[in-house]
């Protein structure tokens, strides 16, 4: 079992769920960590700074593992299968948590996603 | 008549600038001597310095006003009346002014740090210059600020971290008064040296309310070293610690009415939350500064053993700093 979902200690409210089409690009993608931040793991979290607005970030380990595994530049997909193995679940239910975390890092501008062709 | 009187001051020799002590892991040199600076060394060889200049106000303000800059923090004060302002200048430099306390520019590099003070002169210009410009000059020099007061029992440090009116100076004072080495009262300065944090001491100055002064132990007051100044409170030199000393153990103070006696829970983990808002001049958005800031960070939740101390408001310093003593011989030896 995970460990409990991947958060952000300070979430935007959810972006809505996309569609079919949507979905399978986002999961295509692969992400890039931009110039302007970069993370550190602590014992219980990890934190990620954004140098242009100076904000902290912080992310559960479930979250913090995520992002270490996308800068590998597999794309979310691959990913997923990977964390489905190592936490015992459904890749279905990781490609949901890691989509969303993906989402939600992108609109704070703590990552770049690359969709296929944009690379 | 007032720039006949600018004309002679800057026509008037001006002491030599020498090497006057350390504070803050730095070495202060300054064309006055003066008995706050402490006699500690650094750690590992090689002098951070920071150069103090006296400077004449009728052209530093001239130069003040003629140079472009950016608010970082404005603190206190009526709207549009600051008890404090601090910004960047354009070319990178700090400056900090208060209003009767004089105004500072801190070079970019923390080498160097040109004041103009009020007249007449009085420890109110060098209270602002022990608070802001001499720890900034230490950030800029890379040491890492915490909002904190610190003792050195045996060869370890003690650091106490609260927001303000928590009472982490008197706890400091009357550790110090009980035996204790005196190491801060308000900025701990800190750095990792071969994986191990060690704090420097800041400068000999300690301010202490009268009441708490006389409520230390028989001869308690007089570890304080002697009283240099007065405003609201009185102004101790003591004696600090010759070199950086380890920082084993940190523990975060609270007053709290939830609890009837006083209570010593060990942090299992230390959350970065918790740590950077104990972070001094959290103001610096330098991306050197705040990239160093989180890599210590990471390495001082490892490193330093956290304690969360929850106090009772009636409870008086006196009695914290026994119990502090009693549990630092109990659990942390």
């Known amino acids: 079992m995970m460990d409990g979902q991947a958060t952000m200690t300070e979430g935007n409210p959810p972006s809505a769920a996309p569609d079919g089409a949507e979905a399978d690009a986002l999961l295509r993608a692969t992400v890039r960590v931009p110039k302007h931040v970069v993370y550190r793991d602590f014992m219980n979290e990890t934190v990620v700074l954004n140098l242009e607005s100076g904000k902290y970030h912080g992310l559960n380990p479930t979250a913090g593992r995520m992002l270490q595994v996308l800068e590998k530049g597999v794309s979310l997909r691959e990913a997923a299968a990977l964390l489905a193995t190592e936490y015992g679940v459904a890749n279905e239910e990781l490609e949901q948590d890691i989509s969303a975390l993906c989402r939600d890092l992108e609109s704070r501008g703590l990552v770049e996603l690359v969709l296929d062709g944009t690379g | ?333």
Not at chain 2, 125 to 154: C, D, I, N, T, Y
């Open chain 2, 1 to 333: 008549m007032a720039r006949a009187e600018a004309l002679v001051r800057a026509a008037l020799p001006t002491p030599p600038v020498a090497p006057r002590g350390f504070a803050f892991g730095l070495e202060l040199r300054a064309a006055e001597d003066r008995e706050w600076a402490g006699a500690a060394t650094r750690a590992n060889g090689g002098t951070r310095s920071v150069t103090m200049l006296v400077e004449d106000p009728g052209a530093f303000r001239a130069r003040w006003r003629g140079t472009g800059s950016r608010a970082l923090a404005v603190r206190g004060g009526r709207p549009g009346r600051p008890m404090l302002r601090i910004e960047q200048e354009d070319s990178g430099d700090y400056r900090v002014w208060a209003p009767g306390h004089g105004r500072h520019v801190i070079a970019n590099d923390g080498t160097l740090i040109r004041s103009s003070v009020p007249r007449p002169p009085d420890d109110r210009w060098f209270r602002l210059f022990l608070a802001q410009p001499l720890p900034l000059a230490a950030a800029l020099h890379g040491l890492e600020l915490f909002h904190a007061s610190a003792v050195q029992v045996g060869e370890a440090v003690l650091g106490f971290v609260a927001s303000s009116g928590t009472g982490k100076t008197s706890l400091a004072a009357q550790l110090v008064g009980r035996g204790a080495t005196f190491v801060t009262d308000d900025v701990l300065a800190l750095e990792v040296v071969d994986d191990v944090v060690v704090a420097h001491s800041g400068p000999r100055w300690l301010c202490l309310d009268e009441e708490e002064a006389h409520a230390m132990p028989p001869g308690g007051q007089g570890r304080l070293g002697p009283v240099i100044g007065k405003s609201d409170k009185l102004h101790f030199a003591p004696s600090t610690s010759a070199a950086p000393a380890p920082v084993t153990t940190v523990f975060f103070l609270y007053r709290d009415h939830d609890v009837a006696s006083l209570e010593f829970r060990e942090i299992d983990v230390l959350e970065p939350r918790r740590l950077f808002s104990s972070v001094f001049l959290s103001y610096l958005d330098e991306p050197r500064i705040l990239v160093r800031t989180l890599d210590f960070c990471a390495r001082f939740a490892r490193l330093v053993r956290p304690i969360e101390v929850r106090v009772p408001p009636a409870l008086g310093s006196g009695t914290l700093a026994d119990e502090v003593l009693g549990f630092t011989a109990r659990e942390l030896a």
